[in-house]
């Protein structure tokens, strides 16, 4: 089955600046590729996905996404944060074969400060 | 209203007691799930149903059972509810393939469970 990696469990930043949060993903023939962020006390609603065509995703809230097949990545990306951004990031992954479910990171969380 | 609706949302309750989780959603979906997320581990899967005769063990399905009772309803048991069990649960539900086995879900707003 599909895994997925986030290395960073907490990425502090500045407001204003940019920011990347990084997910790698186990090699398959073919992925599905989810960004979504869970802000406190909610759960989960979906930023971004991946599923075809065009590498670069862009999702609400000006957040985007490269899927890049030779690095097995799919960073987040935005390039200016605000206090509102605060939350809880977690990349997902499914495939043709484990199609029943997403497998989780283990989420990355986000803190801006001003 | 939420299209996914999870009761109840806060719940305390102590070692051996039966306990279960209710989830019911509007958004017609065929797939429903249960995940469990603890600080630092990510969302782990614990059961997920197709549809109401097909029903899947996950990742961590041990000390729990679920019962789909109809197309919108999935609820989530623990038999004889432990300590190690506190956590945040979330209910999901997501279209059928037709072909897209694309796995986009739709969460619940979770329901916190404490077993002191």
């Known amino acids: 089955a599909q895994s997925v990696t986030q290395l960073d469990s907490q990425v502090p930043v500045f407001e204003e600046a940019p920011v990347e949060l990084w997910c790698n993903y186990s090699s398959s023939v073919s992925v599905y590729l989810f960004w979504y962020v869970q802000y406190p006390n909610q759960g989960l609603q979906l930023l971004l996905k991946y599923l075809s065509g065009s590498t670069l995703v862009k999702g609400i809230n000006g957040f985007e996404a490269e899927f890049n097949k030779s690095q097995t990545s799919f960073h987040l990306r935005k390039p200016s944060v605000h206090i509102s951004d605060t939350a809880e990031y977690f990349c997902a992954v499914s495939d043709d074969d484990s199609g029943y479910a997403l497998n989780f990171g283990k989420g990355t969380s986000l803190l801006v400060t001003p | 209203d939420a299209d996914v609706t999870q009761t109840p949302r806060n719940r305390i309750t102590k070692t051996g007691k039966r306990i279960m989780l209710e989830c019911s959603q509007t958004?017609?979906?065929?797939?429903m799930y249960w995940y469990r997320q603890d600080p630092g581990l990510g969302l782990r899967l614990i059961y997920y149903s197709f549809d109401v005769k097909d029903i899947n063990k996950g990742e961590i399905s041990d000390g729990y059972s679920v019962s789909r009772q109809a197309q919108a309803k999935f609820s989530l048991s623990l038999e004889s509810a432990i300590p190690n069990q506190t956590a945040l649960y979330f209910c999901a539900t997501s279209r059928g393939s037709s072909g897209s086995g694309t796995g986009e879900l739709f969460f619940g707003e979770g329901s916190r469970l404490t077993v002191l």
């Open positions: 958004k017609g979906h065929d797939r």
